[in-house]
């Protein structure tokens, strides 16, 4: 009788291990010579190159500024570190032998050329929804790169994460490979804007939070996020900060890095205005701005300048400077609010108002601890403005105190919990 169960229970373990073996095994596509530039249009390596840049291939596929794509760059993930890969044409160490046909499979369905299973850091989850003449049109302009000879150094995941057969079982649970559909419901622009930022753009990798296996959680869609060490704010009904995304604090912020009732956008948002979205033409920006207005449920323009001007009002009126002004309040008098004191009815962009920025209303002090300690660098935010670090002048206690300022004088959200030793974890 035990015999009998035992015999069939490892039989039935063989028949379901047969089955997800079958579901994982992918073939192998055949290697090809690497295409000769001249065999793509400029016009279709211009668009692949706009492409590209939505979809911030270089970004992730790049450590050396004078090797781009030739990847290598450290992706750390709660499971060990996992670094991108070459994809510049070259034969050997990148794509180069890979065709139209592979490179396609790994954009819809993350598997690589040989038949392996990609890690879900590569945003396939999302380009997955790309158009075919889109990926088309990216094939173009990665095979018409330079190629690059590089190895990416060996990922150091721990077993059982570093087995790529597995990753097959990850994308029964949560991956659909399917295109962008469009919503009937909705305009033109809208569509359009829903399929960058779902698909190219994949901005919900940043500003979604992930369950315990990596994966977007899909009840929490659009509720923010930490990632890399920053937060990405909520880009729904709950994002916190008083003035809502309307259609022109959209655009201003993603076409030029920052808008008067919003802020600037700093760490690897910076990176997605301006190494991804600059490329792009006017129309697909003013589309995302279409779409994150009616994600955001902003309530139009007049109503975002109202609540702006009273929440810079409510903030400047709670500044009681009298002499017995706390440590927090006399900081922020002394150390910052020449450079961000704004009229209440016209704030200006390039001096954030901390009553509107999402750094001081935000669940986590992340971003405001990291802006102050290290300032805003010329490559972040609007282009041609920077602010200093505080790092050397000020110690942790005296950020921590002026950071609790603004949270209490400058928001109506709950004070942050343990700041001081928060502020000296984001010490380099
Ligand atoms: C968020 C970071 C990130 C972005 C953005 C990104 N990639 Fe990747 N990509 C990776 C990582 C990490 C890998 C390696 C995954 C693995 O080893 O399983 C990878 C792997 C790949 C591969 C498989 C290459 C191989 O040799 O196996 C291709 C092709 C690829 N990416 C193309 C692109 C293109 C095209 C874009 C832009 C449209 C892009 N990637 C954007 C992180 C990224
Ligand atoms: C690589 C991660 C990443 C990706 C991809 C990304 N974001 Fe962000 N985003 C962030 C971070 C981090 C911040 C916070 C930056 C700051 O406070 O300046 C942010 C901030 C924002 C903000 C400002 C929110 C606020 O309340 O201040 C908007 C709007 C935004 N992102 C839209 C987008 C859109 C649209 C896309 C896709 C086209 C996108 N993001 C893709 C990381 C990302
Ligand atoms: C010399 C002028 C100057 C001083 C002093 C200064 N800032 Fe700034 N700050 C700026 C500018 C300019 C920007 C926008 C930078 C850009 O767009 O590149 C900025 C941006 C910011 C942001 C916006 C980040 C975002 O995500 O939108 C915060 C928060 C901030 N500063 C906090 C502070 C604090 C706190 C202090 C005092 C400790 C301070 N600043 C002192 C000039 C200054």
Known sequence: MFKKIVGGLVALGILVLAIFLIIAWESSIDPITPPNPDAFSEEQIKRGEVLAGLGNCETCHTTDPTKPLAGGRAMPTPFGTLYSTNIT???NTGI???S???FTRAMREGVTRSGSHLFPAFPYTHFTK???DDISDLYAYMMSQPAIQAEPPENTLEF???IRLLLAGWKLLFFDEGRYETDTSKSVAWNRGAYIAEGAGHCSACHTPRNALGAEDAGK???GAIINNWYAPALNASNRTPAGWTETEAYEYLRNG??????VAVGSMADVVHDGLKQAPDSDLRALSVWLSDLAQASGEQQAGDSSASAIRDAQNTQNPSAMMDEGERLFTYACAACHYNEPDSPNALRPDMALNSAISAPTPVNLIRVTLNGVSLKEGMPEAMMPGFSQALNDRQIASLLAYLRSTHTD??????LEQQVRDQRP
């Open 89 to 91: 044409p070259d034969p």
């Open 413 to 418: 959200q709950p004070a942050w919990a343990n």
């Open 160 to 162: 059982p994460f570093n």
């Open 221 to 223: 869609a659009w509720d």
């Open 100 to 102: 139209e046909a592979a």
């Open 258 to 263: 920052g808008s008067p009732f919003h802020g």
């Open 130 to 132: 790309l158009s075919d």
């Open 96 to 98: 180069g032998q890979w």
